[in-house]
């Protein structure tokens, strides 16, 4: 969760039945609630040949704010001197890939060089659940609750990083009050949090972002459960785009489709410890 999710989206998918004929639309929209976020949150977004720099110096350790955004065809040696050349002064490197090809194609020259990679899908809602879900458990979380979750998220994922953890909890502060988000939960057996779901607004279009259950928790359906409640309640609005980004690699994006989500983008990203 150092590297919180809120990445570019390129198109690589076939579209569903319950999408419009062109995407591209969607994904500009998509985009553009990306990018809202780190121009708001970002202390500094500079362009460089290749694309874009952005840093946050007030939160030197969340990923998201402090990325190297590539945006045109680029070969791996020069992307990793990129890195180096703007994120010196960092612990870590950070790229993301906007172009889904020449993301593709320098995943394996990321990976050989140890550098994590990650591909995220972008999922547009298209089609109604294959089940009906009772929803009556879910209530909506105070920021304490959604911040004592998301800490515990990213424990999870990076046990090994207890450093910055203060400041991925006021990164999912300043994101939430920006989108003004709705976070929602199931409470466990003694009245705490076990898990969450966010929703963000904005004029026409609704994201569902931050899907998270407790391991001790896990199996009983909450993700689903959660999901199903934020998209009700955004087609109630008549939202006419709602979205989710899910990892590429991950079962949650199956739980996706079935609640009626389908593929319209992905995101590259590629990360790496300083030596």
């Not at 030197?60 to 402090?66: E, G, H, Q, R």
Request: aromatic share 6%; glycine share 6%.
């Amino acid at each position: 969760m150092v590297g919180t999710p809120q990445t570019q989206v390129t198109q690589t998918m076939t579209r569903s039945s319950g999408l419009p004929d062109d995407t591209n639309d969607l994904l500009n929209r998509v985009l553009e609630h990306l990018h809202r976020t780190l121009r708001s949150l970002a202390d500094e977004m500079r362009p460089i040949g290749q694309g874009w720099i952005v840093r946050t110096h007030s939160l030197p350790l969340v990923w998201t704010l402090n990325q190297l955004r590539i945006t045109k065809p680029i070969a791996f040696a020069d992307a990793v001197a990129l890195a180096e050349e703007h994120q010196a002064d960092r612990p870590y490197r950070h790229v993301v890939v906007v172009d889904d090809a020449t993301g593709r194609s320098l995943e394996q020259a990321f990976a050989a060089a140890g550098w994590n990679v990650d591909r995220e899908v972008v999922m547009a809602l298209a089609e109604r659940s294959d089940r009906e879900v009772d929803t009556r458990s879910v209530i909506e979380l105070s920021e304490e609750q959604m911040l004592e979750l998301m800490a515990r998220w990213m424990t999870e994922e990076h046990p090994e990083r207890t450093e910055g953890l203060d400041q991925v909890e006021e990164y999912n502060r300043r994101e939430g009050r920006l989108w003004n988000e709705r976070c929602f939960g199931i409470l466990d057996n003694g009245g705490g949090p076990a898990a969450i779901t966010k929703l963000r607004v904005d004029g026409t279009t609704a994201w569902v972002e931050d899907v998270y259950t407790v391991p001790e928790a896990r199996g009983r359906g909450y993700a689903r459960t959660l999901v199903t409640y934020a998209t009700d309640l955004a087609r109630s609005a008549e939202h006419d785009l709602i979205f989710i980004i899910a990892d590429d690699n991950d079962w949650p994006k199956h739980l996706y489709a079935e609640i009626g989500f389908v593929p319209i983008g992905t995101n590259h990203a590629f990360h790496r410890i300083s030596p």
